[in-house]
């Protein structure tokens, strides 16, 4: 049943629990959601209208860029560009940070985002999504622009994360470290209604989500690990179940409502994992954490990384408390035979 609480209404209500707030939180996250709709209309008829496809240009990282990315990237850059909420923002479309227009006011909030993760998918009509981690300025609030030391924050001091999930339908997720709340978006009067209050991921799960394609590159204590799940020693006989959708946000979303473990790993191809510490493995840990669930690099908890670089990568093991403690185990226990 859909309560008719409003994102716009909830995060109010969030700003009246703190006396100190300014209400420019409120307003930040009001306009991501804005630009949250507007993308969703793009997502929803892609397949209707000639964008999809690749624009032939290639990203930062030298992949090929496809429309809806750049057209994600530009919605949420408008949308958020000119709010005066922001000193500086960061995209994973972008090389360098991304300065505030000088004509427009500059607020004390840091903004970084993956505008359209999971982008490969689109063309399969396969969920995707947008991603947003949110920081308070460390430079002096005096309406100076942004800088990189702004962006490069441990997660631990983000002040807020969400993402959206353009699927069957719209939802978007988000907290500010205290409870995380999703919201559908209802297309009949385009208002994101309380669908998820307080979202809590199960203690342990029955599915692990990884690319086992990359078997032969991983870890012994991780392929340990997965056999252990497949020969399902410790649970009632019955092994977990495999669930990779290939879109970080559609695997993370579905592990947090039914419990589980999403893995990227490092692994000989990849020494840091795939994954963006930034804008997408800070902004889902700080998520995962606020419901219950942990998020770590193998060995130490994500939102404790001191960021050196926009986009690096890292390895990440997020979900349910249970599940990522067994598998750091078995990555500790058998760290040694890495070595041999
Ligand atoms: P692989 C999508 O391209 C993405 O960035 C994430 O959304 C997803 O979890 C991961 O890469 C999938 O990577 O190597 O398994 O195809």
């Not at 353009?166 to 994101?192: C, I, K, N, R």
């Amino acid at each position: 049943m859909i309560n008719f609480m409003t994102l716009t209404r909830h995060i109010l209500e969030g700003e009246k629990k703190h006396p100190e707030a300014t209400g420019e939180l409120s307003a930040l996250l009001h306009d991501l959601a804005l630009a949250a709709k507007v993308i969703s209309l793009e997502v929803n008829k892609a397949g209707l209208v000639d964008i999809l496809g690749f624009t032939g240009d290639n990203n930062v990282h030298g992949e090929q860029v496809k429309k809806l990315d750049v057209f994600a990237h530009d919605m949420l850059y408008k949308a958020m560009d000119h709010g005066g909420h922001l000193c500086v923002m960061a995209s994973e479309e972008e090389e360098n940070i991304i300065h505030i227009p000088p004509h427009f006011k500059r607020g004390k909030y840091v903004l970084l985002f993956d505008p359209l993760d999971g982008s490969s998918n689109i063309d399969a009509n396969v969920s995707i999504g947008t991603i947003f981690s949110i920081y308070k300025r460390v430079t002096p609030d005096d309406g100076s622009p942004g800088t990189l030391e702004d962006c490069l924050q441990p997660g631990v001091k983000q002040v807020a994360a969400g993402y959206v999930i353009y699927g069957s339908s719209t939802m978007l997720v988000y907290t500010t470290g205290e409870g995380v709340y999703g919201f559908t978006l209802d297309p009949a009067f385009g208002e994101f209604l309380l669908s998820h209050d307080n979202i809590k991921i199960p203690k342990k799960g029955r599915i692990y989500s990884i690319n086992e394609g990359n078997y032969k590159y991983w870890r012994p204590g991780l392929k340990k690990y997965i056999k252990h799940l497949q020969d399902a020693v410790d649970y009632d006989g019955k092994p977990y179940s495999a669930r990779y959708i290939g879109s970080m946000v559609a695997d993370i979303h579905r592990n947090l409502l039914y419990g589980g473990i999403f893995i990227y790993p490092a692994d000989r191809r990849n020494p840091n994992g795939k994954l963006r510490l930034m804008y997408e493995c800070n902004p889902m840990a700080f998520i995962i954490e606020a419901a219950g669930g942990k998020a770590i690099d193998g060995k130490n908890r994500i939102l404790e990384i001191q960021p050196e670089e926009l986009h690096q990568r890292v390895p990440i093991y997020i979900g349910s408390p249970d599940d990522v403690d067994m598998v750091r185990k078995f990555l500790a226990e058998n760290e040694m035979a890495e070595t041999e």
